[in-house]
């Protein structure tokens, strides 16, 4: 039996670094995986710039509020400036250079023009509402990191520095089946002693979501023959391939028996809830993770183990969730043998309340939670107690 960290170690372990490469532009690379640093070879702002729309002055030319200055230039963002003459003021917009010779802009809220001058009602200081050349990025300095996953504003930030395309891992390709003679998928009815299929659902979601490239090979029936011939062209087509289902000792499990058959297999046991065994296995190139099906088994159990080790088989740096403390809405009076991962949610008052139904087969729990809150074998909790709160936005992006 392994702890939660344990398998988590485990599977880290075993999760190969990507390599192969490919140049996507900028407005392509949303989810991508950065593959080499990238560095600025600009400085940025470029100019010195006003922050504000108002009038460029020289700090040494106001010395009491209400001088009037005469106005020498008007300079509008992408035009440059001439040097400000000593005891004048500039007309300036926001994002314009400053001309050389002022130090300081004054927001127009605190001047009015007055025929072809400006009256100043404030004292100006020196650098006030001046953004200055190289604030935000020095020419050479690195901006972006190798294994960074590319959002919104990794994406702005690149242009910001003229880049027009970006070095990236090649898109992760994950094949997923789902066992079980029951299964049945949704847009048909069900038929006696029949479910849905909706792990495939949760499923798409996760991977889809890490910006994997799904490959859906759909529902396998319980036979040895049937889970050895899906796997194998699973494993021939992916890099990683997930199965949900067929793992537990039930005599209709066959994943575990066709995984060893094909290629090889570890299968650990975790002590946490909800979870079932674990099957982690090498067929051919491809790695294989075997989901238990219960789908918050499933659902819990991709969040904390497979998220980070298919990051990291996409070539991410920082695969690992955060966890935070927050206070406890409900009481945990019975202390458990195994580690309890509970469908929770933050309340307004700041603390975390659970879902009333814990058990593995209630999905709704996962729909409704916004976290997972982390308890500890032996752990009791009273309302107002400190636990560890990991917010599903740390698991599912
Ligand atoms: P198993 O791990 O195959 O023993 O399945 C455990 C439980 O999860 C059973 O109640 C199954 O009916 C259910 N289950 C298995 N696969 C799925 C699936 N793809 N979607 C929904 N429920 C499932
Ligand atoms: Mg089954």
């Known amino acids: 039996m392994l702890t939660a960290n344990q398998l988590l170690d485990a599977l880290l372990e075993r999760a190969r670094s990507a390599r192969e490469t490919e140049t996507v532009a900028v407005t392509a690379a949303l989810g991508r995986v950065l593959a080499t640093p990238q560095t600025s070879a600009i400085t940025v702002p470029p100019l010195d710039n006003s922050a504000m729309d108002g009038y460029a002055v020289r700090v040494a030319d106001v010395a009491a509020a209400g001088t009037r200055l005469p106005v020498s230039q008007r300079i509008l963002a992408g035009a440059v400036g001439e040097s400000l003459q000593p005891g004048t003021a500039a007309r300036i917009f926001t994002g314009a250079p400053i001309p050389p010779g002022a130090d300081a802009v004054l927001m127009q809220e605190y001047c009015y023009a007055e025929g ?73 009815s069900l038929g006696p002693g029949q479910i849905y299929n909706s792990n495939r659902y949760t499923l798409t979601g996760l991977v889809n979501g890490l910006g994997c490239e799904l490959i859906d090979l759909g529902i396998v029936p319980d036979s040895l023959e049937a889970t050895e011939a899906a796997l194998a062209g699973a494993a021939s087509v992916a890099d990683v391939v997930i199965t949900s289902g067929g793992v537990s000792v039930g005599e209709a499990d066959y994943v575990k028996a066709a995984v060893e058959k094909l290629g090889r297999v570890e299968m650990w046991k975790v002590a946490m809830k909800p979870g079932k065994p674990l099957v982690y296995g090498r067929v051919d190139e491809a790695d294989f993770i075997g989901l238990p099906g219960n789908p918050v088994s ?72 916004d976290g997972l809150v982390d308890i500890e074998i032996g752990q009791t909790v009273q309302p107002g107690d400190w636990v560890r709160f990991i917010p599903l936005a740390e698991l599912l992006a």
């Open 116 to 188: 072809d001058g400006v009256v100043i009602n404030a004292l100006p200081r020196r650098g006030e509402n001046v953004r200055r050349a190289g604030e935000d990025i020095e020419t050479g300095a690195q901006v972006l990191d190798a294994g960074t996953r590319i959002g919104a504003a990794e994406m702005g930030l690149a242009a910001s520095v003229g880049l027009a395309e970006l070095p990236v891992f090649r898109r992760l390709k994950v094949a997923c089946f789902f066992t079980g003679d029951e299964l049945v998928t949704p847009g048909t």
């Open 298 to 369: 499933a659902f819990v159990t991709f969040c904390l183990f497979v998220r980070p080790f298919l990051l990291k088989r996409m070539g991410v740096r920082d695969v690992l969730y955060r966890a935070f403390p927050v206070k406890a809405d409900f009481a945990w009076t019975k202390p458990g043998v195994r580690r309890e991962f509970l469908r929770a949610r933050m309340q307004e008052n700041g603390r975390a309340a659970i879902y009333p139904n814990q058990s593995s087969g209630v999905l709704t729990s996962c729909a409704w939670a």
